[in-house]
């Protein structure tokens, strides 16, 4: 997505990484992404592109087996949009949007539990902390990453959950 690709870009044009696997649901970039795809192949970094669906972690467990697990960093930016108001919310939509964001850095925990992780970045919203008119259930998934990064700190894991402003 957006987010993920604009990180790969931003790493792969300071070296800051040799080796990069993007994950995405469907396995491609998003549309529109074409131009920031070309920066991230203009660098010497190797780039591929893995489908992963983040809320399976059944899919986390096949990267981290496949190597193209991090050994030195992982960038948890994925997030589906459910909007609705707290009384109009049903569990569906809380499911659609718990599923990547919360579950999936859940399962991207476990599946690094034994990697060496010197950076762990989740990608988390302002929301959580100030809520968001009618989008409560990712308020809650963004809150859910702060907890997760606030545990993984207190047991000495790298982690920082940052609560990004509107975009």
């Not at 592109?49 to 899919?59: K, L």
């Not at 009384?87 to 850095?105: D, I, M, N, S």
């Amino acid at each position: 997505g957006g987010l993920g690709l604009l990180t790969a870009r931003w790493l792969a044009q300071r070296e800051a990484a040799h080796a990069l696997a993007l994950a995405s649901r469907a396995g491609m970039l998003a549309r529109g992404s074409l131009a920031e795809w070309a920066a991230v192949r203009a660098t010497h970094t190797q780039t591929l592109v893995q489908r992963c669906d983040a809320a399976e972690a059944a899919h986390l467990g096949r990267l981290v087996v496949a190597g193209a697990a991090p050994s030195v960093g992982v960038w948890h930016a994925a997030g589906v949009l459910a909007d609705g108001v707290l009384p109009g919310q049903a569990a569906e939509a809380l499911a659609r949007v718990c599923a990547p964001k919360a579950h999936g850095a859940w399962a991207l925990h476990r599946a690094c539990a034994t990697a060496v992780v010197a950076v762990c970045a989740l990608f988390s919203s302002v929301a959580a902390l100030l809520g968001s008119a009618g989008q409560a259930n990712y308020a809650a998934a963004n809150a859910c990453l702060d907890a997760l990064g606030g545990r993984r700190r207190e047991c000495a894991r790298a982690t920082t959950s940052v609560q990004w402003g509107a975009w």
